[in-house]
């Protein structure tokens, strides 16, 4: 998996939270999201961008329970598994 896959597989996956959530009135946080992570020296940086209001949702834990999602996890994992297959 390359950081582009990582980013679309991220992106897919908080807008999926986003309306399972219920966080989808207008359509605009959803359609605001984009993952930008890097990997540079065997470090991953995990870095977003959405409407400012994202940080607020469910009392400011919204962004860390999606973090702390299995799924997400999963994600996160298929990515490293990648990398060390890379060195192997």
Partial sequence: MSVQQLNKSLDKALRDYIRKRNHILTGA???SVLF???FVGGE???KFSSMYYIKF???GDFVND???LPSTNQIIRDFMVSYIETLI
């Fill in 29 to 31: 946080l959803y359609k």
């Fill in 36 to 38: 930008n992570c890097s």
């Fill in 44 to 46: 991953l940086k995990l």
């Fill in 57 to 59: 949702l469910e009392y």
């Fill in 66 to 68: 999606f973090y702390d």
